[in-house]
Structures are given as C-alpha cells and as structure tokens.
C-alpha cells in the first residue's frame, strides 16, 4: 500500500505549540524529581551503613596495627647503571619509623640527555631479610618511568614496614637502581 503526500496528516502550527509546551512542562518535572532522587540517597546510604555496621562518617581511624614501642631507621640510597646519564637521589637521605605506619618518600630524577630516555629502577634491601618485612604501598620501581630531555620529576614511594619484623633489625637500607631501558622499549 503505497501513500501519497496528500494522505499525511501534518500538525497545525496550533499542535505543534501544544506538542511543545507538553514536552516542556514534562522536561521540567524531571528537574525536581531528580533532585528529590539525589537529597534522598543520603539518608538512604546513613540507613544502610547503620545497617551493616559501616561508619558513615569522614573519621579517621587510628591505625592499630603500628608498633609505637619501637622506631626502626630506613635510610635510602640511589644509584645508576654505569651507561645511564640520569641525575638520581633520594629527597629524604633516612627516616624513623613505627612499624605499621604509613610513610611517604621521595626519590629525585632528572634526565640530563638531550632526549627522552626510559629507565628502569629496581630496589635492593640491606639486611637482605629486611626485604620480607617491606611493604611498598606504591612505587616508581612498579613501572618504567620516561623523562623528556632536561625534566626532573618527584618520585614518591610510600611503604610500611611490617610490625612482625624481628626486633634485631633495627635499621633497614633501602637501595634503587635505575637501568636504562629505553632501547627495550622502543622494540617492544
């Protein structure tokens, strides 16, 4: 069945305005009961934390797993494959610590080729068995790390050390090497 222009039904100028001023209001409508949605999830989310036994509030809770009946000193160390022209230190040479608390460090590098380079850092312990008791929470080390020609970047590392860590280790000798990766890269 086939139509003709002549059997479309065209809306007055008069239906459209009405088609309009409908789809208005019901767009408008949509506003507050959005808002009412969003100012009710509040109290919604309240009752179900109190439900689960969940603090809702922005509290901090005092970390009990730290040690605060001893300190152990970290001293950091930074050092450069023989062929890697980077310029690399730690910001902080050594710090004092509970066991169990939350640390954050900062290593410094500089990349002072003319070009961007990519390298790799990989981290040593001393005592060796100090390794098993340190916890990177987050690490340049975790990634290759790529410095554009003259940048110099802020590198943190945040750690903990483990509070079941034997009481004879009284200091821990963190050590990262960077190697230079960036032909590996380009290959890959």
């Known amino acids: 069945m086939s139509q003709t222009i002549e059997d479309v ?21 949509i506003v507050p009961v959005m808002l009412a949605f969003c100012a009710s999830l509040v109290p919604l989310y309240r009752q179900i934390c109190e439900v689960l036994g969940i603090t809702a509030t922005r509290s901090l809770v005092e970390n009990t797993q730290v040690d605060n009946s001893r300190l152990v000193k970290v001293e950091f160390d930074a050092s450069l494959n023989q062929k ?21 460090i900062n290593y410094r590098v ?16 001393g005592p060796i068995e100090s390794g098993l008791y340190f916890n ?3 690490c ?21 050390v483990d509070p079941k860590m034997p009481r004879n280790i009284g200091s821990i ?11 590996s890269v380009k290959k890959s």
């Not at 890697?84 to 004092?96: H, L």
């Not at 070009?115 to 040593?124: D, F, K, L, N």
């Open 9 to 29: 039904e065209v809306d007055t100028p008069q239906e459209v305005r009405e088609n309009n001023r409908v789809t208005l209001w019901k767009l408008l409508l």
């Open 173 to 183: 000798a963190l050590s990262y090497t960077f190697f230079d990766v960036t032909e």
């Open 110 to 125: 500089t990349n002072t080729l003319p070009y961007a380079t990519t390298g790799r850092a990989v981290p040593s312990f």
């Open 84 to 104: 890697f022209a980077w310029r690399f230190e730690p910001v902080e040479r050594n710090v004092e610590i509970h066991p169990g608390a939350i640390v954050t």
């Open 140 to 160: 340049f080390c975790f990634s290759n790390q790529t410095l554009q020609p003259g940048e110099t970047r802020d590198m943190p590392v945040t750690f903990f």
């Open 136 to 138: 990177k929470i987050e």
